[in-house]
């Protein structure tokens, strides 16, 4: 049977306030009024207050305009529940120390599996004594509670007793140490299973209000409606009207039965473990600081080496790489690397570090180098030299790339990839090159488009028309061209959603010339139709955008 | 191949060996010496047309549908052909004649491409031969205009090896260049033709064409014909007028 510990820091955001300011509660200025205010799409609003500011009237979720015409003495400063979550986090890999595993229960709680653990702290009751001591220590206000489920864990220290401790449903506790007797009420007669009729669990959660089951608030509206306000109140009605009343709720939190199901253990809750990674780290100190590019060439190449070893140990391969090269004279240096497809080739590595290591200032000398693989994935098979190798079967795909970027930069080595638009311009867009293309919708054969379209169409000046509005002759980069051949118009309009009501619609031609020179070129509007520069409509400019071959 | 026979192949400027050796023409090249199956090819075309690129992609579709197993082949390991191709044009080309435009590639390429846009010439011909000596790629194309001074015949030379060594074939679009030193297997000047009018539209431009002309080769004659690709494959056919003004030939 699992025994779950839960932990809610219940002002873990003035908690954090307080310690950043490095205040005791109720000392200097936690003791007046304070408050920690969020920006919302609806004016600002009260996140969090200290027990000055509750009393004052500052209840979080109010607006802040509103608290201070309760209190006008409110001082505010800005909450941070990023920082808050990111406190969390590290508070969950240290709360490891009381269970081998432990979650995250966003935004304010913790959830760490004690199973088996509790007789190496004395039992429970002490384990709770430990936990509470260690977060009175770094002045965390907590509330704690063990069960057997993360749910009922739950329920317990958000809604019921301060250290609440659920035992095992009794047909699993005959064989264990009786860690509370005086508390462990079981009748030998009760249902086997986790039956919601065992005594105890009875008495300790059905009197717990429905709010208990991690509801949706909409959910709790619901079920106040309808009269519902207890766990007990739940097991009194028939299990089908409740199902069909919510027969469409599927998640979890939308569903009081699922809830209920997960808080007796009858359904499993899975939950997400936290676990830390380190990122790999090798290093060189060096006895005599380096002045030369060979020898820190060198040291790149052993770094490199040693990388290799680490991350070949632990069957990942690096895709972004730091290297960091510290000077005698304080100064830093720090060049950034990422490949293309993970590797860990120590060769491969250090020549792409070469290329960016022409413009380091040595200074008075390189003491310490360090080479940090900071996003790393997962390479099963060892790979080859690719160096020598690409000697005799030439670069793989991945190392060409790379080699390509580290010398003309991400933005010079790109793929066409197609854009959902009819504008030609934006029809077509660049990704990198090994990234997966998004879906899109195919090309239209019937549309035929040019082999290559100019950065920015160049206007043509139109010398002779014939009277049906296409140019018979025209001047291009001053040369002029007699049209022979033309097909048109393909009528391509504005994207109105996208651009300015002035843009006007576009008349594409596809024409030969009389050497055989084949262009894309274009009427950007029509006369009179009231847009481009006036109210009347300037008469339409030709431009040339696309070559066919 | 007697209608090759009025191609100014045996003009007094060619060696012996020369005019006895077959006239260069489309799909697999079996005739020609072992040396002249290289792919290092360069086209001379004008900027202010497409038919430069266009021409050398023809060749190049040419080439990879010359090494295609048949039908009845039993090595179809690597087809249909999923490699990736380079193009990689310095900044004037592109300024000059556009970027590849994805929809109007033919479609058997378009979803392959990788397109480096360098910043000058010598940036050009490193990303050139990185792409020469990678495995993966199906052949490379490069553009580069005028005639930078990186461009030497160094430069071409080591194109050259760089190619035969890894069997990924190269062709070397120079837009508005002059004929200079090159070790090119197969030299080439383009530029467009007037196409073939399409069935339904006679109006309309039809698919298209060009005058090239093979002025320096490594086993074959030079000769000038007019190309297009007809039913998915290029078909060269002699000039329309024998009288037709070939255009000054360079020895180079």
């Known amino acids: ?160 007793r301060d250290g609440g401790i659920l035992p095992p449903p009794s047909s699993l506790r005959a064989g264990m140490p009786r860690s509370n007797p005086e508390r462990d009420g079981g009748s030998p007669g009760s249902p086997q299973g986790f039956a919601p009729r065992d005594d105890e669990i009875e008495r300790q959660l059905f009197h717990l209000p429905v709010a208990a089951l991690r509801l949706d608030d909409d ?47 009858r359904v499993p809750e899975p939950s997400l473990p936290v676990i830390e990674v380190s990122a790999p780290l090798v290093q060189r100190r060096l006895m005599e600081p380096i002045r030369h590019r060979q020898l820190l060439d060198r040291v790149v190449m052993d770094l490199a080496q040693d990388m290799a070893r680490v991350l070949e140990g632990r069957g990942l391969g690096a895709r972004r790489l730091e290297l960091g090269l510290w000077r005698v004279d304080g100064e830093v240096a720090t060049r950034r690397l990422e490949l293309a497809a993970p590797s860990r080739d120590p060769g491969h590595i250090s020549g792409l570090f070469g290329r960016h290591l022409d413009d380091v200032d040595a200074g008075f000398g390189i003491e310490v180098v360090r080479l940090r693989s900071l996003w790393s994935e997962s390479v099963a098979l060892s790979q080859g030299d690719i160096e020598a190798a690409a000697e005799h079967h030439g670069t793989s795909l991945a190392a060409f790339i790379d080699r390509l970027v580290a010398r003309l930069g991400p933005r010079a080595v790109r793929r066409p990839v197609l854009r959902a638009s009819h504008v030609p311009e934006r029809a077509q867009g660049w990704a990198a090159v090994l ?95 009231g847009r481009g520069g006036d109210s009347v409509g300037r008469a339409p400019d030709w431009f040339l955008q696309g070559l066919w071959g | 191949m007697s209608h090759f026979t009025d191609s100014p192949a045996a003009s007094p400027g060619n060696s012996a060996s020369l005019a006895q050796a077959q006239a260069w023409r489309p799909g697999p090249d079996l005739t020609g010496p072992a040396s002249s199956n290289v792919g290092h090819g360069e086209v001379f075309a004008s900027a202010r047309e497409g038919a430069g690129a266009a021409f050398a992609l023809a060749l190049a579709q040419d080439r990879l549908r010359a090494g295609a197993p048949g039908p009845l082949a039993a090595s179809v390991r690597d087809w249909p052909d999923q490699r990736m191709w380079l193009w990689v044009q310095d900044k004037e080309a592109l300024r000059r004649t556009g970027r590849p435009y994805r929809p109007g590639l033919p479609r058997i390429l378009r979803h392959r491409l990788i397109h480096v846009a360098a ?86 431009p039809g698919a298209p064409r060009w005058r090239a002309e093979l002025f320096r080769s490594r086993g074959h004659p030079p000769g000038e014909w007019l190309l297009g690709e007809e039913e998915g494959k290029l078909v060269a056919h002699t000039l329309p007028a024998p009288n037709t003004p070939l255009g000054e030939r360079a020895i180079a």
């Open chain 2, 119 to 204: 910043a000058s010439a010598e940036d050009a011909l490193f990303a050139l031969e990185e792409g020469l000596r990678c495995r993966e790629l199906a052949f490379v194309i490069g553009e580069i205009a005028g005639n930078p001074k990186a461009l030497s015949f160094t430069a071409h030379r080591r194109l050259s090896l760089a190619a035969q060594r890894h069997g990924v074939p190269l062709w070397l679009v120079r837009l508005d260049a002059a004929r200079d030193l090159s070790s090119a297997r197969m030299r080439w000047q383009a530029q467009a033709a007037l196409s073939a009018p399409p069935r339904w539209n006679r109006q309309a």
């Open chain 1, 435 to 529: 990234e997966a293309e998004n879906s899109s919708q195919e090309i239209f054969e019937f549309h035929l488009r040019p082999l290559k379209l100019l950065d920015s169409p160049e206007a043509i000046a139109v010398l002779y028309a014939s009277p049906d509005g296409l140019p018979r002759r025209f001047r291009w980069r001053g040369e002029v061209h007699e049209i022979v051949r033309a097909e048109g118009p393909e009528r391509i309009a504005p994207e109105w959603w996208r651009e300015r009501s002035s843009v006007r619609l576009r008349d594409y031609y596809r024409i030969e010339d009389h050497e055989g020179r084949r262009y894309w070129i274009y009427r950007d509007g029509i006369a009179g139709d």
């Open chain 1, 1 to 160: 049977m699992r025994r779950v510990l839960s932990i809610w820091l219940w002002r873990l955001a003035m908690d954090r306030w307080r310690l950043a300011q490095g205040l005791a509660e109720g000392e200097q200025a936690d003791a007046a009024p304070t408050a920690l205010v969020a920006e919302t799409a609806r004016g600002v609003r009260i996140a969090a207050a200290n027990a000055a500011g509750l009393a004052a009237g500052a209840i979080p979720g109010t607006m802040l305009a509103d608290a201070r015409t309760l209190c006008p003495s409110l001082a505010t400063a800005p909450s941070d529940p990023a920082g808050d979550l990111a406190f969390l986090e590290k508070l969950a890999l240290w709360a490891q120390r009381w269970g081998p595993w432990s979650a995250l229960d966003a935004p304010d709680g913790l959830i760490v599996d004690v199973t088996g653990v509790a007789h190496l702290f004395g039992g429970e009751e002490a384990l709770l004594a430990d936990v509470r001591a260690a977060l009175a220590q770094r002045r965390l206000a907590a509330r704690l509670a063990i069960a057997p489920t993360a749910g009922a864990a739950w329920a317990l220290a958000h809604y019921g």
């Open chain 1, 219 to 265: 959910v709790l509206l619901v079920l106040r409606r309808l009269g519902l306000k207890r766990l007990g109140d739940l097991t009194g009605v028939a299990r089908d009207a409740l199902a069909r009343r919510f027969r469409n709720r599927r998640a979890p939190a939308a569903n009081p039965l699922i809830r209920m199901d997960q808080l007796l253990g």
